[in-house]
């Protein structure tokens, strides 16, 4: 199999899920759906994808452990802001998941590697 970058793990992998957590998180703020799609650039439809677990649900499936990692960072960020500018949220998120190697953990679990062999910017 051929070596993925790292934005295509995080594209295809943490991203989604990343979204799925903010969108479940802001929903229990009580922000509606519309409000939160517009948050985050994306559709109502999408949002509730991510609320019934129609989308992103590989990284909760196959990797329990970072999910809940990625779950505790949101929490931890985000706390109870619905003013929070979710694209830096997202890209703050990202550099720290990065950090802890969670995108390397996820990569070699769902693809089934013992090494990440993520190739870096």
């Known amino acids: 199999m051929p070596e993925m970058l790292r934005p295509e793990i995080e594209y295809w992998y943490v991203?989604?899920?990343?979204?799925k957590s903010i969108v479940k998180n802001l929903?229990?703020?009580?922000?509606?759906q519309k409000e939160i799609a517009f948050m985050l650039n994306i559709t109502p439809s999408a949002v509730s994808q991510y609320m019934h677990n129609k989308r992103a649900m590989i990284v909760e499936k196959?990797?329990?452990?970072?999910?809940q990692k990625i779950n505790w960072f949101i929490e931890k960020k985000l706390g109870n802001r619905k003013?929070?500018?979710l694209f830096v949220f997202q890209?703050?998120?990202?550099?720290e998941l990065e950090k802890n190697d969670i995108i390397c953990n996820v990569?070699?679990?769902?693809?089934?590697?013992?090494?990440?062999?993520v190739s870096r910017f």
Do not use: S, T, W
């Open 15 to 19: 991203v989604p899920f990343i979204r």
């Open 27 to 32: 929903r229990l703020l009580g922000l509606p």
């Open 62 to 67: 196959e990797c329990p452990e970072e999910a």
């Open 83 to 85: 003013d929070a500018n």
């Open 91 to 95: 890209v703050e998120l990202l550099r």
């Open 107 to 117: 990569h070699k679990k769902i693809e089934h590697f013992d090494e990440c062999g």
